[in-house]
């Protein structure tokens, strides 16, 4: 089992709607959680972190984290033709280092 | 402008030759990564460093060597390139606190490798 997860996808919605995206985790231990957003041929940028159980949201966006089903999903409302990318999920899994691993990410598709 | 910088942006060599990628951050942050990404893949991680002096092994680090003698400069060194090696290259930052490892990447080097 992978220890980040997500849904390769892609995800296709329409304009307007609203994008659930999923991760899983396999380490009950993880403290940190991170969105990022891939734009194609660009480097992931962060969108959203999320440290504790319960819902956080910041403008569009929402993060959702249960830490005893070990998942953490995204919400974007009123998606956007231009929120059309590649969503990485990264979870900092314990064992010392504390580096983010990434999951292989879910690529989202907003038609008009 | 606090940023970070990779440069080639994009490199096209021939087997064997020996290659260094840089990467500068203006940000002050301690900790810095080499990511590996093939499109459509999760990002794997090559080696990372917690400050200067510091470099350690992630996942993929065995055909290649990292250097920490400044704060803001990481560069990565593959001895020996292979058609293998043919990969996007991600430098990345964070500020180093154990709870806020937030990555500010760099706007990566696509490596071709004949």
């Known amino acids: ?112 | 402008e606090a940023d970070i910088y990779q440069t080639p942006r994009y490199l096209v060599i021939g087997t064997g030759k020996k290659i260094t990628l840089e990467c500068s951050q203006t940000m002050g942050h301690d900790k810095m990564y080499w990511y590996q990404q093939d499109p459509g893949m999760e990002l794997h991680l090559i080696h990372y460093s917690y400050g200067v002096n510091s470099t350690e092994k992630g996942d993929l680090s065995s055909e290649s060597t990292v250097s920490r003698i400044r704060t803001e400069h990481f560069p990565l060194t593959l001895e020996s390139a292979r058609p293998s090696h043919t990969s996007q290259y991600l430098c990345a930052s964070s500020e180093g606190r154990i709870t806020n490892e937030k990555l500010f990447f760099g706007s990566g080097t696509q490596l071709s490798v004949l």
């Open chain 1, 1 to 112: 089992q992978k220890e980040v997860e997500q849904n390769s996808g892609p995800l296709s919605v329409p304009e307007g709607a609203i994008a659930s995206l999923n991760c899983t985790y396999s380490d009950r231990v993880s403290q940190s959680f991170f969105w990022y957003r891939q734009y194609s041929g660009k480097s992931p940028e962060l969108i959203m972190s999320i440290y504790s159980n319960g819902d956080k949201e910041d403008g569009r966006f929402t993060a959702q984290l249960n830490k005893a089903s070990q998942y953490v999903s995204l919400l974007i409302r009123d998606s956007q033709p231009s929120d059309s990318a590649t969503y990485l999920c990264a979870v900092t899994l314990s064992g010392g280092s504390y580096i983010p691993t990434f999951g292989r990410g879910t690529s989202l598709i907003v038609h008009p």
